[in-house]
């Protein structure tokens, strides 16, 4: 008899051994996914450190180089000058803060009716010195019908990146081209240039990130460009498309819900 207690108060402490050796294994698993969680989480934020810093330190120095170089420019057009570059690294810190800002918390777009031809209209007034310093000839064809919607915000980052890109590309006297077209419930937004063109292997890089290459006049661009449009361009429903040869320009389509 005592035998037989002396069994189950071992076996009873067993069981209860073996569930608390149990209860500590899977307290010590979820110890460690929280921490491994937590070390990818802080490995991820300082590599967007890293890249923030990386795309400032590039991109911002090119503009503010022009700036301090700016005593060759004339009387007349140092006003235009110094906005032109302004605006420059506007775009630069807008670029850069928005794409953080969509890392570290992620962001929702806002849909509205949104007219393509008036955002494009005051997209191509903030370039004027730079279209009007290298004398391109800069058509907007897009019909005052070319209405979509999606989120205003969104859509004028990719188009603001994609028409700085054309400028950039394109020689004194060059052409660019902004046309809309409406069908099958998506509209297709093309900026389209006769500037340098790129080769196939060129246009899958172009996507990635960071990659900048100087324009026609050595110009610096964002480093995060298409890869940050293309991102926008995914969070509504949109994508973009490259059409180049090199020597014959390039065609850029941004594809949108309408």
């Not at 989480?41 to 923030?52: A, C, G, H, M, V």
């Not at 006003?79 to 302004?86: D, I, K, P, T």
Request: charged share 20%; proline share 4%; net charge neutral.
């Amino acid at each position: 008899m005592v035998l037989f207690i002396g069994a189950l108060l071992g076996a009873a402490w067993a069981v209860n051994n073996y569930q608390k050796k149990k209860k500590l294994s899977e307290i010590l698993t979820q110890q460690n996914t929280i921490i491994s969680q937590q070390a990818v989480s802080l490995q991820e934020s300082n590599q967007l450190k890293d890249k923030i810093f990386s795309l400032l330190s590039h991109d911002l120095r090119a503009p503010l180089n022009r700036l301090i170089s700016s005593s060759n420019q004339t009387a007349e057009n140092i006003h235009f000058f110094v906005q032109s570059e302004l605006k420059s690294l506007q775009d630069i810190l807008n670029n850069v803060l928005y794409w953080a800002s969509m890392q570290l918390k992620g962001a929702t777009p806002v849909y509205t009716s949104v007219p393509i031809k008036p955002l494009t209209d005051s997209l191509l007034e903030e370039y004027r010195y730079m279209i009007e310093e290298k004398d391109l000839t800069f058509l907007n064809t897009i019909d005052k019908t070319c209405i979509v919607n999606t989120d205003e915000n969104y859509l004028k980052i990719i188009l603001r990146n994609l028409i700085s890109n054309a400028i950039k590309f394109t020689p004194e006297k060059g052409f660019i081209h902004l046309e809309c077209k409406l069908e099958d419930n998506t509209a297709s937004i093309t900026v389209r240039d006769t500037g340098s063109g790129i080769g196939p292997q060129e246009i899958e890089r172009l996507f990635q990130f960071p990659v900048s290459r100087p324009g026609t006049r050595k110009e610096q661009g964002l480093g995060l460009g298409l890869g940050l449009s293309l991102d926008i361009a995914k969070k509504i429903s949109g994508d973009i498309r490259i059409q180049s040869q090199p020597g014959k320009g390039t065609q850029v389509t941004v594809l949108i819900p309408a």
